[in-house]
């Protein structure tokens, strides 16, 4: 049933030619290293596109999150013991829905993520549950935040919340690189901030990611850090603990020659989008909510099947099952049936607290706190809004060179899942 010769995929880096300019520019004078003019015109652009007043290059969103997570740390709690991380033992309040590399820096730093649930209207973090999350630990400093697909949540509301408790926000805009809530850009609403561009992002640098801050101590002491932190002296002189973080002057000359191609990148995947909203605008499901006052990359287009439209689906540790029904789908059969086809979807964020790794660590949501549960347990669980989008949601191929054509077939192919 291979319906489409070429695979359609979910997103791929999609380029220019400016970006073979800066890599040359970079090669024939040698700057060949992270140093260079590419990285420098990066954090110049990257600044100013984010709003924010210092951006620091960096090897990938992951490091900036990390140091992100560090500086807050060290802002807090102080400076740590040498082997020790600048979370230790503090709980941090964190996105659950997202991507693991939102929080897995706060392990690094020995911090300890409390995951708070996901609000129905945005599918981002829900300030409710964050807020009573501030009132059964009032002493959590820190909230990482994430932006998903490119649509926003209540990070304005989100940020009121931290300020009004004394916590930093971090805000991990890794999907939403120039999407905008009040004309705010994401990547502005953090203390500390990180964007990225890994190879499936709006942008791409083929990977590499920046810090953004409008704290230049901050900014100073990322920059440090990600090259070894050495000290200001004429040998190797060391006081703290380095990494290997730098963002490659090749790789931003990548980057460089993306950045004037965001808007129309972004453009793009708003057709993609208004296609699939029009498409599927007669069956069951609902696609990304878009919030009042917010302006979306759309980065990913996605969609959830109504409740009553639902056929039964299992799913454990590493397998989905479905039993077929007439009239009905799930995420498990439409993915299947895209794979069939030769075109590439994807499955929702599967929640943190869902995740093994996390079963032993809090979760709360409007109505409380709770252990983590298992995949099991949690099918129907009440108040619980991430599980019920993984179980119903998936991720549509939005590809920006995917044509109108190739788009109606999609479509198609998901309507004849019902
Ligand atoms: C992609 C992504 C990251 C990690 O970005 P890298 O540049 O690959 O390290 C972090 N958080 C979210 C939400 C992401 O989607």
């Not at 590493?318 to 439409?334: D, F, H, N, R, V």
Request: net charge negative.
């Amino acid at each position: 049933m291979k319906v489409f010769e070429k695979k359609i995929w979910l997103a791929t880096p999609t380029m220019h030619g400016d970006e073979m300019k800066y890599i040359t520019e970079a090669y024939e004078t040698n700057w060949m290293s992270t140093v260079g003019q590419n990285i420098n015109e990066v954090e110049r652009i990257a600044a100013e596109k984010a709003e924010m007043k210092y951006a620091v290059a960096l090897s990938s969103c992951t490091a900036a999150l990390h140091l992100c997570v560090k500086a807050a740390g060290e802002r807090l709690y102080g400076k740590p013991a040498i082997s020790h991380g600048a979370l230790e033992g503090k709980r941090v309040f964190c996105s659950d829905m997202t991507f693991d590399a939102t929080l897995n820096p706060v392990v690094y730093e020995g911090g300890i993520p409390v995951f708070i649930d996901t609000e129905k209207e945005s599918w981002n973090m829900d300030p409710v549950a964050l807020e009573k999350a501030f009132e059964i630990y009032p002493d959590v400093k820190l909230v990482v935040c994430a932006e998903l697909y490119g649509f926003l949540g209540k990070i304005d509301v989100i940020k009121q919340i931290c300020e009004k408790h004394g916590a930093l926000l971090i805000e991990d805009a890794a999907e939403a690189m120039g999407a905008a809530l009040n004309g705010k850009q994401c990547g502005s609403f953090g203390d500390y901030s990180a964007i990225s561009y890994n190879g499936n992002k709006i942008i791409t640098g083929s990977s590499g990611g920046c810090l953004l801050t409008n704290d230049i101590e901050v900014a100073n002491k990322a920059r440090k850090w990600s090259t070894q932190a050495r000290e200001n002296a004429p040998w190797y002189q060391h006081e703290e603990v380095g990494y290997n973080y730098r963002m490659s002057n090749v790789v931003a000359g990548v980057v460089r020659g993306q950045y004037p191609y965001l808007e129309e990148h972004i453009a793009q995947k708003k057709a993609i989008y208004d296609r699939y909203c029009e498409g599927f605008k007669d069956l069951p499901v609902q696609m990304n909510p878009i919030i009042d006052n917010s302006q979306p990359n759309y980065w990913l287009s996605a969609m959830i099947i109504d409740k009553d439209y639902m056929c039964k689906q299992v799913r454990d540790d590493s397998t989905a099952l479905y039993i077929p029904e007439k009239g009905k789908t799930c995420p498990t059969q439409i993915l299947e049936t895209l794979a069939a086809c030769n075109a590439e979807g994807r499955p929702i964020w599967k929640p943190m607290h869902m995740q093994p790794m996390y079963r032993m660590h809090e979760f709360i949501t409007q109505t409380g706190s709770g252990r983590a549960k298992t995949n099991a347990y949690i099918a129907g669980g009440v108040g619980d809004v991430g599980a019920d989008i993984f179980d119903r949601g998936l991720c549509l191929p939005s590809d920006n060179k995917m044509t109108a054509e190739e788009q109606d077939k999609v479509i198609e192919i998901v309507r004849s899942c019902f």
